[in-house]
C-alpha cells in the first residue's frame, strides 16, 4: 500500500492537526506515506510545495498549487483532509488508478455559510469530493448526519472515524493544583459566528453580577480584530482578560492549570479543545450543539449554549468541590477513548477495502 496525504493546509489549524498525527502514525506502522502539503514539518515523508497566498484569495488559489505539486505522483490511495484538497485532486488531471478518500470533517459551512461567492466554491468543493471519492470520512456520527442531509450523498459512502487525542503531548499535572481564584480558560477561534465567543463575555457579566469570584482567561490570537474586549470593557468586567495567542508548548499548561475550560460553540464536527482539557485532568463545561454531546460523553457538562446556562453550571461547581473533582476523573477517564492509534487502525480498515 502507498498513502498519499494531499493538502491545502498548515498544520496550525485542527484540520492540519489532524493531518499531522493520522500521517504520522500511518507512517509508524511502517506504511509509505507522502503527505503534500504547503508548509509546516521537517519529516522526510513531508513534501513541501511552492505556494503565493494572494491574502483573501488563499482558499480560491492553494487548489491550484497543490494540483501542481502532485501532477506526477502516483500511489494506491491518495487521501485528501478536506475538500478543497480534493479538487486538487480533480485538477491535477490524473487518471483514477487507486482509491481517492476525502475527510469532510463537519458541515459547519452550510449551517453557518459566508458570502455568495464563498458557498459556491465551497460547493464546487463538496460536489468534486462527492462524485470522485470513492469514501467520505467525517469525524462523528453527527457530521455524518448533517453531512448527508446537506448533501445527499449515499450514507453506505460515508464512514465515521473519530478523531484522536496525542496524549503524550495533552496529560495531567501529577498533582492539581488549585488556583487562589477560581480560574476559567477558554483557548480557541474568536471571530467566526459558530464558536460564539461573545457568550464568554455575557457569561463573565453574569457571574460578576452574582458576586462570583472567578477569573476568565481568553486565550487567542485575534482578540484585538473582535468586539470582545470592547464589550468587555463595555460593561466594566474586571474579571476577564485576553491572554493572546498560546504557543503550542504552553497549551498543556495552560489548559492544565486551570480549574475549569469553558467552551460555548454552537456547533462542531468534533471539538478538540474541551477534550483536550479534559485529557489534561481539567473539567469541561461545553455547550451540546453539533458532536459535542457525542463526543465528551459524560465526560463533561454540557449545556444549551446560552450564557445563563453555562452561569448557572460554573456557579454550582465553584460551590462543590466534590462535583468538581468527579468531573475532572469523569473527563481524564473519556479522552481516554480517543487515540490516534485507533483512528488509524479505522482509516487503515478503509483503505484495506478500497484496495
Not at 459551512?109 to 464546487?124: C, D, S, V
Not at 487525542?165 to 480558560?185: C, E, G, L, M, Q
Not at 474586549?229 to 486551570?258: C, I, S, T
Amino acid at each position: 500500500m502507498k498513502v498519499t496525504f494531499i493538502s491545502c493546509l498548515t498544520k496550525n489549524c485542527g484540520i492540519g492537526r489532524y493531518t499531522d498525527e493520522l500521517t504520522n502514525a500511518i507512517h509508524n506502522r511502517g506504511i509509505d506515506v507522502t503527505l503534500f502539503r504547503k508548509d509546516g514539518g521537517d519529516l522526510n515523508y513531508i513534501k513541501n510545495y511552492p505556494y503565493r497566498s494572494f491574502k483573501w484569495l488563499r482558499h480560491y488559489v492553494a487548489p491550484y498549487y497543490l494540483s501542481k505539486a502532485i501532477k506526477s505522483s502516483k500511489s494506491t490511495i491518495f487521501h485528501a483532509d478536506y475538500v478543497d484538497a480534493l479538487t486538487a485532486y480533480r485538477w491535477s488531471g490524473k487518471k483514477k488508478s487507486g482509491a481517492v478518500v476525502t475527510t469532510a470533517h463537519d458541515a459547519i459551512p452550510f449551517k453557518f455559510p459566508g458570502g455568495n461567492l464563498e458557498m459556491k466554491y465551497y460547493r464546487y468543493h463538496v460536489n468534486n469530493a462527492t462524485r470522485i471519492s470513492d469514501k467520505i470520512i467525517v469525524v462523528s456520527e453527527k457530521s455524518k448526519e448533517d453531512y448527508v442531509y446537506y448533501t445527499r450523498i449515499n450514507p453506505d459512502k460515508v464512514e465515521v472515524v473519530y478523531n484522536g487525542i496525542n496524549h503524550s503531548f495533552f496529560y495531567p499535572d501529577a498533582v492539581k493544583k488549585r488556583n487562589k481564584v477560581f480560574t476559567i480558560r477558554y483557548i480557541g477561534g474568536l471571530g467566526t459566528n459558530h464558536k460564539n465567543a461573545q457568550a464568554l463575555i455575557e457569561i463573565a457579566r453574569i457571574l460578576e453580577s452574582r458576586n462570583i469570584e472567578f477569573q476568565l482567561q481568553i486565550g487567542s490570537g485575534n482578540a484585538h480584530l473582535t468586539p470582545l474586549p470592547k464589550l468587555a470593557e463595555q460593561y466594566r468586567l474586571k474579571n476577564v482578560k485576553f491572554v493572546g495567542f498560546v504557543p503550542d508548548q504552553e497549551v498543556r499548561q495552560f489548559l492544565a492549570e486551570a480549574e475549569l475550560f469553558l467552551f460555548p460553540s454552537l456547533y462542531e464536527g468534533f471539538g478538540f479543545p474541551p477534550l483536550e482539557a479534559m485529557a489534561c485532568g481539567t473539567a469541561a463545561l461545553s455547550s451540546k450543539a453539533g458532536s459535542l454531546e457525542e463526543v465528551l460523553g459524560n465526560g463533561a457538562i454540557t449545556v444549551d449554549p446560552n450564557p445563563e446556562a453555562f452561569a448557572t453550571e460554573i456557579e454550582r461547581l465553584i460551590n462543590d468541590s466534590k462535583a468538581l473533582n468527579l468531573l475532572r476523573e469523569n473527563g481524564l477517564r473519556q479522552a481516554q477513548n480517543y487515540t490516534w492509534e485507533k483512528a488509524c487502525t479505522e482509516t487503515l480498515n478503509i483503505y484495506n477495502k478500497l484496495n
